[in-house]
């Protein structure tokens, strides 16, 4: 037999979570953000949930290559944009739209001879200061795209950097509308959180939800059910639904008495006699090495905690609980680290919170290691 562990991603969840992020978009388009291989979903996998989208965004020109060999002919867009010249080639073959955030880009961009054959997004700077062109000069650059005879449309974008925070977009979006006023172009400014928080369902509704919206939405880890936010009451309050979920099983009891220590360094010290599960899941599958006692587990559907430090292939957990809901908690209990199983749902954001991390990290972290399945 296998070890047991087992994660599933299910095309219903990516379905219904897309479908959730083109009604928060109005009549925007929707880039499905699909960065990172899906999220740590798989592409390949996650494809026939996500082609309902108008577009693909990521950042791998390899993982760009893998959509069009899937099939999908419509839009690409690379969010870094190139990262050499020759990329460019392959931005031609593969028909790519791409990111247009630095100088060094635009003269590479002189360079090419093919007549209006890239189709570029040039990004702006609303204060992130990660990628994009300065206020000052966003203009002159806009311009400069304008008259390159390799370049045809030139659309407008940017990224905000507190979209899921107390501070929100509305001084990024001020600096962006005013680079942009008048300028001919669409425009693509929103993440999930921007998306969610403040298109067309903002609580309480704005008066420029459509100026936010834009002409094309980029959500990402809405798609796959886990929140921008880190909280998982958010994914709940907009509808959203697990697509991966992590699966294992019980493989060890112990039974032990008040003052023995469990794991490595012996982190955790019962207080009472216990029993003790050991899980076969452990950081070389992706679960997060700091999560510390007290992280929710599941265990035959009864929500228990981790106890104790996590190891590479083992994470110890309290089968009292589960014990005392009347299950049996032994050899061969189906446990479940996120996601949902049967009637049971344990949100990626609250075990990433636990571990001081986000659900963004959980799913991109999913090893390889870990056998993964369709549902
Ligand atoms: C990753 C990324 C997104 C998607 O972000 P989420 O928070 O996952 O929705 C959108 N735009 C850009 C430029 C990105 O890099």
Request: charged share 20%; proline share 5%.
């Amino acid at each position: 037999m296998p070890r047991p562990i087992q994660a599933t991603i299910s095309l219903d969840s990516l379905r219904h979570n897309l479908a959730r992020a083109r009604t928060a978009a109005g009549g925007a388009r929707v880039w499905a953000v699909v960065k990172a291989n899906a999220y740590g979903h798989g592409i390949e996998r996650a494809f026939p949930a996500l082609r309902a989208a108008d577009g693909f965004a990521l950042l791998d020109l390899a993982e760009a290559e893998t959509l069009r060999a899937l099939g999908w002919g419509g839009p690409i867009l690379l969010l870094e944009g190139c990262f050499s010249l020759d990329d460019l080639a392959t931005c031609e073959r593969l028909n790519l739209w791409h990111v247009v955030h630095d100088t060094a880009q635009i003269h590479w961009l002189a360079s090419r001879r093919k007549a209006r054959a890239h189709r570029v997004f040039l990004k702006f700077n609303s204060g992130m200061n990660r990628l994009g062109f300065e206020p000052q000069h966003y203009r002159a650059a806009w311009q400069r795209l304008q008259e390159l005879p390799a370049v045809g449309a030139v659309s407008h974008m940017t990224h905000f950097a507190s979209a899921d925070g107390a501070e929100g977009i509305d001084d990024a979006l001020e600096r962006f509308q005013s680079a942009v006023d008048g300028l001919p172009g669409e425009r693509s400014l929103c993440n999930s959180a921007a998306l969610l928080r403040y298109g067309r369902d903002a609580q309480p509704p704005r008066r420029d939800a459509a100026a936010v919206l834009g002409d094309w939405v980029r959500p990402g880890i809405a798609l796959y059910g886990a929140s921008p936010t880190g909280l998982a009451s958010d994914v709940r309050r907009w509808g959203l639904r697990p697509a991966m979920s992590l699966r294992t099983r019980i493989i060890g009891v112990q039974t032990i008495e008040p003052g023995s220590a469990v794991g490595y360094g012996g982190l955790f010290r019962a207080e009472r006699a216990m029993r003790i599960g050991v899980a076969a899941v452990g950081y070389a599958d992706g679960y997060p090495r700091h999560a510390p006692t007290g992280t929710p587990i599941v265990v035959d559907g009864v929500r228990t905690q981790v106890i104790g430090r996590v190891s590479m292939d083992m994470v110890t957990v309290d089968l009292d609980p589960v014990r005392a809901a009347g299950r049996a908690a032994d050899i061969g209990s189906p446990v479940l680290c996120w996601g949902q199983h049967v009637d049971a749902e344990l949100g990626i954001d609250e075990v990433a919170e636990a571990a001081g991390t986000l659900g963004y990290e959980l799913m991109c972290a999913l090893a390889r290691r870990v056998p993964v399945q369709l549902e």
